[in-house]
């Protein structure tokens, strides 16, 4: 299987990077099937960080690796995987370690019912019927070095360009 990560540099070497972001899975380094998301992705981070190009390297991901692997893998945006979700981007979840956490991206049009279930605006069954009709991407979080292992680097392209 090939996965993409958009940035605004090429990521020949990818690493396990803790931001001051709380992100969805937590830390890590983040992909997906989805080449038109990390095209958005390197957009996105050429514009946060106003430097660089907006670049989608390529990896295959070796899938028998994670045989050997501790490995959460969400289907779709369930309550399992709102609940973790939040605990990530509380920086409050204190769970099973996983080297690889597989599932739905929370996205411009999923974050306002996150945000809102967070606060408290919201239950978990109005959030998860919100959620219900969204469309969204995939994301693959390699959240160890353990995990990284199943990446190989491919190549890298500026988005825009065709090759």
């Given amino acids: ?62 899938e028998d690796k994670i045989k050997n692997l501790s490995v959460l893998k969400f289907e779709s945006p369930d309550i399992e995987w709102l609940r973790y979700v939040t605990d990530n981007r509380k920086a409050i979840y204190s769970g099973p370690k996983y080297d690889i956490v597989i599932g739905p991206v929370a996205n411009d049009n999923t974050m306002p019912v996150i945000n809102d ?3 408290g605006t919201i239950n978990e069954e109005t959030a998860l019927i919100l959620l219900k009709p969204q469309k969204l991407a995939d994301q693959f979080a390699f959240l160890t070095w353990k995990g990284l292992s199943a990446l190989k680097y491919l190549e890298g392209n500026e988005y825009g360009k065709k090759n």
């Fill in 1 to 62: 299987m090939i996965l993409y990560h958009g940035s605004n540099v090429e990521v020949r070497e990818p690493k396990i990077i803790v931001s001051n972001r709380t992100l969805d899975f937590g830390a890590g380094f983040y992909t997906t099937s989805n080449k038109e998301q990390a095209e958005k992705w390197s957009k996105t981070q050429t514009l946060r960080r106003r430097k660089g190009t907006p670049i989608v390297s390529c990896y295959e991901f070796n």
């Fill in 117 to 119: 279930y967070m606060a």
